[in-house]
């Protein structure tokens, strides 16, 4: 397949893109410079509504996975409106933009997040699961709107919620590394949230069979089938890296440092089931915690 990516150089898409040319596929990177290659990258400004469809003919499927970045720095109403706006802007421009070919693509496979569900407790979470009201509620249901013009122009649109991507090359695992091997980490809050994540190459894995299962679609939680209390994620960190984890970070510590966002990502608790990517037979290579993080270490 000719596949478009969207957030080519982020976490998951600098993963992805080996994986994809690896088995066969070709792939045109959508990025926000002048592009180097007119035939690997298409120039896109979301901010400014600036696509031209003319370059999109001919792709089969296209993943989108850019966004602002989560965790770099405070929640600011300036960084909130970013959070929001480069999720919904670029999201409706690339599906109204690929609705609008003359050969439309077999699918677009559109990044969300668990930040769907909001903060839930102990509570089971499937696909089926209600929207929370708090800010990464609103903005997961935004994200997941604006792929409609596709939907509605024919294209196969699946939209998956990510949990938290384990991998020592970005996103929260990498953050966590140093003061773990330093012997100082230790669980966060009460350490009873319990936080949905998934290893990098499941990660990938799930794009993919995404990309290949025809009778996939609609919202997809694409997380590991045994979510972790944070106590339990700290002891196993720990114990991949052979560090002590005696040192907790109170709850209001956590608001010291990071405000906002401490409540609406490290604080809060979603037990999320990965329902459908189960019951369509996708294999995770990592499903226990330990081994994933052993794999994603090195160790």
């Given amino acids: 397949m000719n596949i478009l990516v969207t957030g080519s150089t982020g976490l998951v898409g ?10 066969g596929h070709q792939v045109v990177r959508l990025v926000r410079s002048t592009p180097k290659d007119s035939a690997t990258e298409v120039y896109w400004n979301p901010e ?23 965790a770099e720095g405070r929640w600011t109403d300036e ?10 802007k670029g999201t409706r421009l690339l599906s109204e933009t690929l609705g609008k070919l003359e050969r439309k693509p077999e699918v677009l496979v559109s990044a969300s997040a668990v930040g769907f569900y909001g903060n839930r407790g102990d509570e089971i979470l499937t696909e089926q699961s209600a929207s929370a009201s708090d800010f990464l509620s609103e903005v997961c249901r935004e994200w997941e709107l604006a792929t409609q013009p596709g939907a509605q122009a024919g294209v196969r649109v699946v939209n998956l919620r990510f949990g938290v991507i384990l991998s020592n090359k970005g996103g929260a695992l990498k953050k966590m590394l140093l003061p773990f091997k330093m ?11 319990y936080m949905s994540w998934i290893a990098i190459d499941d990660a990938v894995g799930a794009i ?18 045994q979510p972790a209390t944070n106590y339990e994620f700290t002891k196993a960190l720990g114990g991949a890296l052979s560090r002590p984890t005696i040192f907790p970070v109170p709850a209001f510590a956590a608001r010291l440092v990071f405000g906002e966002m401490a409540d609406a990502t490290l604080l809060t608790s979603q037990r999320v089931e990965p329902a459908r990517l189960k019951e369509a037979g996708f294999v995770f290579k990592y499903p226990e915690l330990k081994d994933a993080l052993r794999h994603v270490l090195g160790k």
């Fill in 48 to 70: 400014k509504g600036t696509l031209d469809a003319d370059d999109l003919e001919g792709i089969d499927a296209a993943v989108h996975l850019a966004g602002e970045n989560l």
């Fill in 183 to 193: 012997g100082v980490g230790g669980k966060l809050g009460s350490g009873r949230q």
């Fill in 14 to 23: 600098s993963a992805l893109i080996p994986s994809l040319k690896s088995k």
């Fill in 208 to 225: 993919e069979f995404a990309l290949e299962n025809e009778h996939l679609r609609g919202p997809v939680n694409v997380v590991a089938p």
């Fill in 79 to 88: 960084k909130k409106r970013r959070i929001l706006e480069s999720r919904v």
